[in-house]
């Protein structure tokens, strides 16, 4: 059992006096897909870029064994060649090139005098993407004109042209649809029965139940379990990977559910690019004092653009009528919405959430700088002091808060922009996906806040795509389809199964309502 | 261990890699010379020819940080220069109605470039290549293509007068002492709050630093005159702009607008109000580079300003501005003015040829953010 195709071996990696990781062993058998599990931090990009090339050898100490002798790679080229080939987790596609071109880039067929053979790529690329039961696709057309699911694959396609032994596959799913992730485990699936090894990383512990046979879980750099499968399950996955027992996912506190305090009618968003087509189609909804509203749906069901539009921050046109406290309010901007009493959390952290060079105190205090200022001038001390409250409050790991935030975990950054948009203290708080990409340990802490912003009489709209999430924290769910709204259910009893069947239902006439 | 530290000390205390390239070059050209650089009378000259570029560079650093570029500066420098030199030559205004408003205008003239930009959404390396255009066109129109002079003695006295000896010593003695009271301030606030404080040593080295400086400064301006009229101006400008860069609202928001405007403007920031202030900075700073041009001068030329954009902007990088915008200060870039202006005093003292020149200071434009990047300081540019 031990003939290993990959085998990484005590691997020790410093960062100026820090160890990111202290003697880590991994191994991949053919045809075997190894989960990674850990929480943001524990080490496991840094892991997989010793593995890919990414710290060249010698930047490492430890050794890394292909089919039982060593690899010494110096580059990602290196590495490739001897077929590890990472996917990360945000694609590294180029949208205007065609989906041939992409899946050969760096590695194009030639002809004499370095001219593109366009004819042998299409056709290997249709070969490929055959492989993996992708049908429908031109092969020459930009790869723009496919969804994230398909980008995903067009990706799998890329590394199995370099002849790809070990995949790594960084948090795959993060963007794709549950049809999507389906559709890709049961490629990875195939892909195993044909002797492809797999490194699985990921979050979401349902998936690496599915598709992984062996679970390995590091913790703080150090290799904690090597399991197979079978021996464990998500919820002993979890405490191994924060090293304490989490009882509840969701730590509910109830919470007194009062009036009506935000009403949005006939939200209507247009697309930025095709200005016929419809992304948000008339929606309208309350919300209570002290309620959690979830927004469920697939990914592009136009959620985040009806909660964009809400804030005045959708790019395209755009209708709303917004009332809060029973009032009609003006909102075109961000700027207005915070003032009127709404906040929004965004999606994308890194580019809609962070200012990545400025301090953590400065993130945060960002929205309300005005609050400290008088004349223009910032009163530091009174910034600080609330910086250092909050800090402490929400528990924001940093050193300092002067420390630049993007030095900061995916956790403790979300911690500050969820704080950011606290300060102004709304009366409607817009979280959209508020734990992606988060570990569990912060999740747990912002699940918290919530129930807490819940009990003061904060109204709660969350998107997200975990279901999970949607089902335990919220009170009442609406589920969006193509931009419509496709089911309000209150959430106690409601499964999984009727979300998606609502989500899904393209038959339903108007909204459907829980029995 | 112990080049990492100094490594960490210079990426910490940029201004002092700065300041010490700034001696290398003085030394030797000081060497080079046969001891004719480092002398009142030069330094004196060269303070003066930096001022300007310096002041361009005091509203480039803002505009570049915000994470835009303005290309037209130089030429609205010649236009702005020009409205001077005729309102008060040929239109016979007074020296100070006239200067006021020449700043005025050069405000609005900042405001329209910022308003083209955020408003009608053209980007502002454009909106800069065609202002550079039409702002020169606008001169050469205006002033007929001929230098217009002579510029009234009052105007000129700004340009080439000096601050009076004893002014300046007590100007130098009131900065040193607020210094003092600001570090003070500063380490009892930190120290209250329980915050991370620089050590001790640094601050009082700082601080002796800095008023070793001063008083090396006024002295030896003193030995020529005193203290340049338009140097004088540089410094409260600098004075100005680092307080807003660093204590206001507005120099926060421009840091974030040029860190994340996305992120920026969903924190509820009129991220095109920035904007615009700050190209209308741009633009009064333009005025100010323009009427000290004159008033050096003594003439409105139809050329000046052309290429300033150029230095102002190498000056910017050369002071760790970065190139994507958020990260950059202001005594930075008036310290890559210094570099720049040294370089130029330098190699006209020891007669090198104009090509040469050029070449030079290209060659170093580069090698220094090449350093930077080295440095690990500047990562994001």
Same mark, same amino acid.
């Given at each position: 059992?031990?003939?290993?195709?990959?085998?990484?071996?005590?691997?020790?990696?410093?960062?100026s006096?820090?160890?990111a990781?202290?003697?880590?062993?991994?191994a991949?058998?053919?045809?075997?897909?190894?989960?990674?599990?850990g929480?943001?931090?524990?080490?496991?990009?840094t892991?997989?870029?010793?593995?890919?090339g990414?710290?060249?050898?010698?930047?490492w100490?430890?050794?890394?064994?292909?089919?039982?002798?060593?690899?010494k790679?110096?580059?990602?080229?290196?590495?490739?060649?001897?077929?590890?080939?990472?996917?990360?987790?945000?694609?590294?596609?180029?949208p205007?090139?065609?989906?041939?071109?992409n899946?050969?880039?760096?590695?194009?067929?030639?002809?004499f005098?370095?001219?593109?053979?366009?004819?042998?790529?299409?056709?290997?690329a249709?070969?490929?993407?055959?492989?993996?039961?992708?049908?429908?696709?031109?092969?020459a057309a930009?790869?723009?004109?496919?969804?994230?699911?398909?980008?995903?694959?067009?990706?799998i396609?890329?590394?199995?042209?370099?002849?790809?032994?070990?995949?790594i596959?960084?948090?795959p799913?993060?963007?794709?649809t549950?049809?999507?992730?389906?559709?890709?485990?049961?490629?990875i699936?195939d892909?195993?029965?044909?002797?492809v090894?797999?490194?699985?990383?990921?979050?979401?512990l349902?998936?690496?139940?599915?598709?992984?046979?062996?679970?390995?879980v590091?913790?703080?750099?150090?290799?904690?379990?090597?399991?197979?499968?079978?021996?464990?399950?998500?919820?002993?996955?979890?405490?191994?990977?924060?090293?304490?027992?989490?009882e509840?996912?969701?730590?509910?506190v109830e919470?007194?559910?009062?009036?009506?305090?935000?009403?949005?009618?006939?939200?209507?968003?247009?697309?930025?690019?095709?200005?016929?087509?419809?992304?948000?189609?008339?929606?309208?909804?309350q919300v209570?004092r002290?309620?959690?509203?979830g927004?469920?749906?697939?990914?592009?069901?136009?959620r985040?653009?009806?909660?964009?539009?809400?804030?005045?921050?959708?790019?395209?046109?755009?209708?709303?009528?917004?009332?809060?406290?029973?009032?009609?309010?003006?909102?075109?901007?961000?700027?207005?919405?915070?003032?009127?009493?709404?906040?929004?959390?965004?999606?994308?952290?890194?580019?809609?959430?962070?200012?990545?060079?400025?301090?953590?105190?400065?993130n945060?205090?960002?929205?309300?700088?005005?609050?400290?200022?008088?004349?223009?001038?910032?009163?530091?001390?009174a910034e600080?002091?609330?910086v250092?409250?909050?800090?402490?409050?929400?528990?924001?790991?940093?050193?300092?808060?002067?420390?630049?935030?993007?030095?900061?975990?995916?956790?403790?950054?979300?911690?500050?922009?969820?704080?950011?948009?606290?300060?102004?203290?709304?009366?409607?708080?817009?979280?959209?996906?508020?734990? #992606?990409?988060?570990?569990?340990?912060?999740?747990?802490?912002?699940?918290?806040?919530?129930?807490?912003?819940?009990?003061?009489?904060?109204?709660i709209?969350?998107?997200?795509?975990?279901?999970?999430?949607v089902?335990?924290?919220?009170?009442?769910?609406?589920?969006?389809?193509?931009?419509?709204?496709r089911?309000?259910?209150?959430?106690?009893?409601?499964?999984?199964e009727?979300?998606?069947?609502?989500?899904?239902?393209?038959?339903?006439?108007?909204?459907a309502?829980?029995? | 261990?112990?080049?990492?530290?100094?490594?960490?000390?210079f990426?910490?205390?940029?201004?002092?890699?700065?300041l010490?390239?700034?001696?290398?070059?003085?030394v030797?050209?000081?060497?080079?010379?046969?001891?004719?650089?480092?002398?009142?009378?030069?330094?004196?000259?060269?303070?003066?020819?930096?001022?300007?570029?310096g002041?361009?560079?005091?509203?480039?650093?803002f505009?570049?940080?915000?994470?835009?570029?303005?290309?037209?500066?130089?030429?609205l420098?010649g236009l702005?220069?020009?409205v001077?030199?005729?309102?008060?030559?040929?239109?016979?205004?007074?020296?100070?109605?006239?200067?006021?408003?020449?700043?005025?205008?050069?405000?609005?003239?900042?405001?329209?470039?910022?308003?083209?930009?955020?408003?009608?959404?053209?980007?502002?390396?454009?909106?800069?290549?065609?202002?550079?255009?039409?702002?020169?066109?606008?001169?050469?129109?205006?002033?007929?293509s001929?230098?217009?002079?002579?510029?009234?003695?009052?105007?000129?006295?700004?340009?080439?007068?000096?601050?009076p000896?004893?002014?300046?010593?007590?100007?130098?003695?009131?900065?040193f002492?607020a210094?003092?009271?600001?570090?003070?301030? #500063?380490?009892?606030?930190?120290?209250?709050?329980?915050?991370q404080?620089?050590?001790?040593?640094?601050?009082?080295?700082?601080?002796?630093?800095?008023?070793?400086?001063?008083?090396?400064?006024?002295?030896?301006l003193?030995?020529?005159?005193?203290?340049?009229?338009p140097?004088?101006?540089?410094?409260?400008?600098?004075?100005?702009?680092?307080?807003?860069?660093?204590?206001?609202?507005?120099?926060?928001?421009?840091?974030?607008?040029?860190?994340?405007?996305?992120?920026?403007?969903?924190?509820?920031?009129?991220?095109?109000?920035?904007?615009?202030?700050?190209?209308?900075?741009?633009?009064?700073?333009?005025?100010?580079?323009?009427?000290?041009?004159?008033?050096?001068?003594?003439?409105?030329?139809?050329?000046?300003?052309?290429?300033?954009?150029?230095?102002?902007?190498?000056?910017?990088?050369?002071g760790?501005?970065?190139?994507?915008?958020?990260?950059g200060?202001v005594?930075?870039?008036?310290?890559g003015?210094?570099?720049?202006?040294?370089?130029?005093?330098?190699m006209?003292?020891?007669?090198?040829?104009?090509?040469?020149?050029?070449?030079?200071?290209?060659?170093?434009?580069?090698?220094?953010?090449w350093?930077?990047?080295?440095?690990?300081?500047?990562?994001?540019?």
């Amino acid at each position: 059992m031990s003939n290993y195709l990959f085998e990484m071996r005590r691997i020790v990696k410093e960062f100026s006096g820090v160890r990111a990781l202290d003697g880590i062993d991994l191994a991949v058998r053919p045809g075997e897909c190894v989960g990674l599990c850990g929480e943001n931090g524990a080490g496991k990009s840094t892991l997989m870029k010793v593995l890919s090339g990414v710290y060249p050898y010698g930047t490492w100490e430890g050794e890394i064994l292909v089919e039982g002798k060593p690899l010494k790679a110096y580059s990602v080229r290196d590495s490739e060649d001897a077929g590890v080939v990472i996917i990360h987790q945000e694609l590294m596609l180029v949208p205007q090139l065609s989906v041939a071109e992409n899946i050969f880039l760096g590695n194009e067929i030639r002809r004499f005098g370095g001219l593109m053979d366009y004819d042998a790529m299409y056709a290997k690329a249709e070969a490929l993407l055959a492989r993996l039961k992708l049908k429908d696709v031109n092969v020459a057309a930009p790869v723009m004109n496919y969804g994230g699911g398909y980008q995903q694959l067009f990706e799998i396609a890329k590394a199995l042209a370099k002849n790809a032994r070990l995949l790594i596959l960084d948090e795959p799913s993060s963007s794709l649809t549950s049809a999507e992730t389906d559709t890709l485990l049961s490629i990875i699936e195939d892909l195993k029965r044909e002797g492809v090894a797999c490194v699985y990383i990921s979050h979401k512990l349902d998936e690496v139940a599915r598709v992984c046979d062996t679970v390995t879980v590091i913790r703080d750099g150090r290799h904690i379990l090597t399991r197979p499968m079978s021996e464990m399950t998500t919820q002993s996955i979890i405490t191994a990977m924060v090293g304490r027992d989490i009882e509840n996912l969701f730590p509910k506190v109830e919470h007194e559910i009062g009036d009506v305090v935000f009403e949005a009618r006939h939200v209507t968003c247009w697309d930025l690019a095709n200005p016929n087509r419809k992304r948000v189609d008339d929606i309208s909804f309350q919300v209570r004092r002290g309620e959690i509203l979830g927004i469920a749906g697939l990914v592009g069901a136009g959620r985040t653009e009806l909660v964009s539009a809400i804030f005045g921050a959708y790019a395209g046109r755009y209708e709303a009528e917004l009332l809060l406290e029973g009032t009609p309010i003006k909102v075109r901007t961000p700027e207005q919405a915070i003032k009127a009493g709404l906040s929004l959390v965004p999606e994308d952290r890194k580019r809609q959430g962070i200012v990545p060079l400025l301090g953590v105190g400065d993130n945060i205090t960002l929205a309300t700088l005005s609050h400290y200022a008088h004349a223009g001038q910032i009163d530091r001390q009174a910034e600080l002091q609330t910086v250092e409250t909050e800090i402490r409050r929400l528990r924001v790991k940093t050193a300092s808060p002067e420390l630049a935030i993007v030095g900061l975990s995916g956790g403790n950054q979300q911690k500050a922009v969820l704080t950011k948009m606290l300060l102004p203290e709304p009366k409607v708080l817009i979280l959209d996906e508020p734990t #992606r990409g988060v570990d569990v340990g912060s999740k747990y802490d912002i699940y918290k806040l919530m129930f807490e912003l819940a009990a003061k009489g904060v109204a709660i709209i969350m998107v997200s795509s975990e279901m999970p999430e949607v089902l335990g924290v919220s009170d009442r769910v609406l589920v969006v389809g193509e931009g419509r709204l496709r089911g309000d259910f209150p959430s106690l009893g409601l499964t999984q199964e009727q979300v998606l069947a609502a989500a899904i239902s393209h038959a339903a006439e108007g909204p459907a309502h829980a029995a | 261990m112990q080049a990492q530290k100094v490594q960490q000390l210079f990426v910490r205390y940029k201004i002092l890699a700065l300041l010490i390239a700034v001696a290398i070059i003085w030394v030797f050209f000081h060497v080079k010379t046969d001891a004719a650089f480092i002398t009142p009378g030069n330094l004196s000259n060269l303070f003066r020819q930096m001022a300007i570029t310096g002041m361009l560079a005091c509203g480039m650093v803002f505009v570049i940080i915000a994470g835009e570029i303005d290309l037209s500066i130089g030429s609205l420098l010649g236009l702005l220069g020009g409205v001077v030199a005729i309102l008060t030559v040929n239109e016979g205004w007074g020296t100070w109605p006239a200067i006021g408003a020449v700043l005025v205008l050069g405000l609005l003239l900042g405001a329209f470039n910022g308003f083209v930009v955020t408003k009608m959404r053209v980007p502002s390396f454009i909106v800069g290549l065609g202002g550079m255009l039409a702002f020169r066109g606008i001169v050469l129109y205006i002033t007929g293509s001929s230098t217009i002079a002579p510029a009234p003695d009052d105007l000129v006295a700004l340009g080439q007068g000096f601050v009076p000896v004893e002014l300046s010593r007590w100007i130098g003695g009131i900065i040193f002492v607020a210094m003092v009271a600001i570090t003070v301030r #500063r380490r009892m606030r930190r120290s209250k709050l329980g915050l991370q404080q620089a050590a001790l040593w640094i601050d009082i080295a700082r601080l002796v630093a800095i008023g070793v400086f001063i008083a090396g400064f006024i002295r030896m301006l003193n030995d020529a005159n005193g203290i340049p009229i338009p140097v004088m101006i540089l410094l409260g400008l600098l004075a100005v702009f680092t307080y807003v860069s660093t204590q206001t609202v507005f120099g926060r928001h421009i840091y974030a607008v040029g860190g994340n405007m996305e992120a920026t403007r969903l924190s509820g920031v009129n991220v095109a109000r920035v904007k615009l202030v700050v190209f209308a900075l741009m633009g009064l700073m333009c005025a100010f580079a323009g009427i000290i041009t004159v008033a050096r001068t003594g003439s409105g030329s139809p050329s000046a300003g052309t290429g300033g954009e150029l230095d102002a902007i190498s000056a910017c990088f050369i002071g760790g501005t970065s190139m994507r915008g958020g990260s950059g200060t202001v005594y930075g870039a008036l310290i890559g003015a210094l570099v720049m202006a040294s370089l130029d005093s330098g190699m006209q003292l020891m007669d090198v040829d104009n090509s040469w020149q050029m070449i030079i200071k290209g060659v170093i434009l580069v090698l220094a953010v090449w350093v930077d990047v080295l440095s690990g300081s500047n990562r994001n540019a």
